[in-house]
């Protein structure tokens, strides 16, 4: 059955899983996420899909701001790689830079990075094996 319920359309499915109980009946918002929604996101998401723009990432959440050297430093790569990478994420309104004298300080603009980083750490965590190098609380 279908009814709208302040706008949202709702539907009901009836489930029959492998359980004792018999068929389970539930109701499930079936309001699709939004086409131009789904392809911000898709191009925020494969602009992350790099395991250097992630450390980059990485480290600018920890530290703030930081420098092209600084990134470079941190992440261990070129200094080449390091601005190419910058670029994309520029690039993709990821981050932003402002001139500090002779060097242009990076730092995240995209609020959303921060969860996604922490589900990079989350499932980082998850898949190590039994004192594999998890950190411990301090």
Known sequence: KEGAIFGMVRRRYTLTPNCPGGPVTT?????PIP?????????????????????????????????????????????????????????RNVVAARRDGPFMRYRITEPRVAHILACVRECDETNKRPGEGRETPA
Not at 27 to 31: A, E, G, I, M, S
């Open 27 to 31: 109701t499930v918002n079936c309001d």
């Open 35 to 91: 086409l131009d929604a789904l392809e911000r996101a898709a191009g925020v998401i494969k602009c992350l899909g790099h395991p250097l723009r992630l450390r980059l990432l990485d480290v600018m959440e920890r530290v703030g701001e930081a420098s092209v050297s600084e990134l470079q430093l941190f992440s261990g790569a070129t200094l080449v790689a390091v601005s190419e990478q910058l670029g994309i994420l520029r690039g």
